[in-house]
């Protein structure tokens, strides 16, 4: 297990020149920071956002901090498999996958595949699009230059399960159950696919982080009534910033001592606050045999399969 030095910031990021990176979800909060200090350290990064408006104001506000930062903007919305395989086809190169976007704690929503709407975006889109990306991933890593996913998870992960029979939560739903069913299963794929990359010696490393609580637009977005207005109360008094809760993630898509498998969250209060250590999952998220009922599910409803030279179940 990584040592991680107590007070790692962005800062102890090495340089990143010739290196390619996507961050979905980059327009605001830990995916722009994500994305500006990427660029700040000479990383190309491709902002993959839903909305190309915020999209482009989030590109002016790192290039007018950092004049010629190689920052380019992409259309992807996770919620549309459809638009999850066109984004896919137009990227010939990346390096590294910051799994960042996510929906949290909405009123009931479908997707426009009929999924529920936390559960297909923030992780059917994710498990599509590595899959998707897994040839690019694999020939840069293949060419020595330290291919790496990192999946974006949340402490609200622990308690989570699998709603195997009710996924849509057409027969009981509840926003903040159905984050924890999704973040429970980011952790359950990041998990099984660095077991997958390293059963077929894939050189690409999977690593799972999660901010602790940092204040972003997440918490007033999908919320409605009393939920955001407390959400609101609590990013103003506990939350740390999404500068800080960002480092988190940097750490695990950059730091030369990460290790596949890992999961980077904060170190302090409980993992919200605070700059980066190896933390645990809950135990049931380590489990293989769900991770792998939770794979083939998605496998099928995403319609991606993934490619490896040699099945983990052998």
């Not at 910031?9 to 990427?38: C, H, M, W, Y």
């Not at 960042?100 to 009931?108: Q, T």
């Not at 975006?121 to 293949?142: E, K, V």
Request: glycine residues 12%.
């Amino acid at each position: 297990m990584t040592s991680i030095k107590d007070g790692w910031t962005a800062k102890d990021i090495p340089r990143q020149d010739g290196r390619v990176f996507v961050v979905t979800g980059a327009n605001s909060g830990l995916g722009f920071a994500t994305a500006r200090e990427l660029a700040r350290h000479g990383a190309t990064v491709l902002l993959a956002v839903r909305n190309a408006e915020k999209g482009r104001q989030a590109i002016g506000r790192i290039t007018d901090e950092i004049p010629g930062a190689d920052v380019q903007l992409r259309s992807l919305d996770l919620a549309d498999l459809d638009s999850v395989r066109s984004f896919a086809a137009g990227v010939a190169t990346v390096h590294a996958l910051v799994n960042n976007a996510g929906v949290m704690m909405p009123p009931r929503t479908l997707t426009k595949q009929g999924f529920e709407l936390q559960f297909g975006a923030n992780h059917l889109g994710h498990f599509a699009l590595t899959g998707l990306l897994l040839p690019a991933l694999r020939r840069a890593g293949a060419a020595g230059t330290d291919a790496r996913v990192v999946t974006v998870s949340s402490g609200l992960h622990r308690g989570g399960s699998i709603h195997f029979d009710d996924l849509d939560g057409a027969r009981s739903y509840s926003p903040t159950g159905f984050y924890s069913q999704s973040k429970f299963a980011n952790v359950l794929f990041g998990l099984e696919l660095d077991r997958r990359l390293r059963a077929a010696g894939e050189p690409i490393r999977s690593l799972l982080a999660h901010p602790g609580y940092a204040a972003t637009n997440l918490q007033l977005a999908g919320p409605t009534g009393l939920m955001k207005f407390g959400m609101r109360i609590s990013n103003a008094l506990i939350a740390q910033s999404a500068d800080m809760g960002a480092l988190d993630q940097l750490y695990a898509a950059t730091d030369p001592g990460a290790e596949g498998g890992e999961f980077i969250g904060p170190r302090r209060m409980r993992e919200q606050r605070g700059t980066p250590t190896v933390v645990q999952p809950d135990p049931n998220a380590t489990d293989p045999a769900l991770a792998r009922r939770l794979w083939d599910l998605s496998e099928e409803l995403t319609g991606v399969h993934y490619d490896f030279a040699v099945s983990s179940r052998n």
